[in-house]
């Protein structure tokens, strides 16, 4: 999920508050998709048993950052784009990105389509 208006916080508070007490957050996808503060005080009074993260609201997340403490916190580094397969698969997008631009083909890919026309 990418981080945009309408899915920042889109879990805060009242969505914790509505969750179990067994219930664990997971986020992979964006930090500032969760609401960090009402993440931490919910996993500080108990209302979710506990989260998995690979991304933080503020990334690089500050070296104080109270999840890192946490017991009930597990995380990781954001980096599965990091596999061997996924390097080779960026790598051939973007040789193939350069061979169709540099052929006059339209590029399947563009980051800033803008600049194309």
Known sequence: MPCLATT????????????????FIINA???AVIDEAAMIEALKSGEI????????EQEPPADDNPLFSMENVI????????SNGALRAMAM??????????TGKPVTYPVNKEVLK
């Open 8 to 23: 920042f916080h889109l879990v805060g508070a009242e969505q914790f508050k509505a969750m179990k007490n067994t219930a």
């Open 49 to 56: 048993a506990g989260a998995g993260l690979d991304v933080f």
């Open 29 to 31: 996808a964006r930090g």
């Open 93 to 102: 997008d973007s040789a193939q990105g350069i061979t169709e631009y540099l």
């Open 75 to 82: 995380v990781s580094p954001h980096n599965a784009a990091l």
